[in-house]
């Protein structure tokens, strides 16, 4: 999650490659946490969620590993595709009520 | 089409003009919220209603106020736009307060000069 805006961490991967991007959060409380896929021009997507009382979830195409030690979580996406080019966010439920986003990472893929 | 829709998409306001955003969600989902997306911040949580008529507040609520009109309305306004208030908003739903799975609006570019 950690971003400069404009200067976002971008990614760059070929086609076919395996992804993996990386978030740190900031709160040992938090027991939630959720990546969203932005595309350009479009809100934010619900990719994959993951819960404290877990290491690792998979979906399609993608998988979410959680280290509660260093407080890391990552998104890996298996065979990207050029549709995976995005923004990528994680999130978490550092306060109860609301859910606190990062900054993001800019996934390019290259055919 | 089912989701979140937001108007308008754009909007160009002068310093200390007002302006309400509409949001508005056919899921019949409890829950909604306003945030704004600058660079370097991620999203920011302004305003949030956990259920039809009540509302409280998020992140970074000044000079914003919000209406939840019925369960599928909840408007964002802007009593005296400021330029520090150019951002991107997205207003999102969920079926209930704290279920996390969110359903985002394609969001509102607002430039104040």
């Known amino acids: 999650g950690e971003s400069v805006g404009l200067h976002l961490p971008t990614l760059s991967v070929q086609e076919g490659d395996n992804s993996i991007i990386n978030c740190a959060y900031s709160n040992s409380a938090s027991d939630y946490f959720i990546w969203y896929k932005q595309e350009s021009g479009k809100g934010p997507q619900f990719i994959i969620d993951i819960r404290s009382n877990m290491d690792k979830r998979q979906g399609q195409r993608v998988t979410v590993l959680l280290n509660k030690t260093v407080k890391h979580l990552s998104l890996q996406i298996a065979a990207t595709q050029p549709g995976d080019s995005a923004v990528y966010f994680c999130?978490?439920?550092?306060?109860?009520?609301?859910?606190?986003f990062g900054g993001g990472t800019r996934l390019m893929v290259k055919p | 089409n089912a989701g979140v829709t937001q108007t308008p998409k754009f909007q160009v306001l002068k310093t200390g003009q007002s302006m309400t955003l509409q949001c508005a969600q056919d899921m019949n989902h409890n829950s909604m919220y306003w945030y704004r997306q600058d660079p370097g911040m991620g999203l920011r949580l302004i305003y949030y209603s956990a259920s039809e008529g009540t509302t409280d507040k998020g992140e970074v609520p000044n000079g914003y106020n919000v209406s939840r009109l019925n369960k599928r309305e909840f408007s964002l306004r802007l009593e005296s736009a400021a330029p520090s208030q150019t951002s991107v908003y997205f207003c999102?739903?969920?079926?209930?307060?704290?279920?996390?799975?969110?359903?985002f609006g394609s969001g509102t570019r607002l430039t104040v000069v």
């Open positions: 999102a739903s969920s079926p209930r307060h704290r279920d996390y799975g969110y359903t």
């Open positions: 999130a978490e439920n550092n306060a109860g009520n609301m859910l606190t």
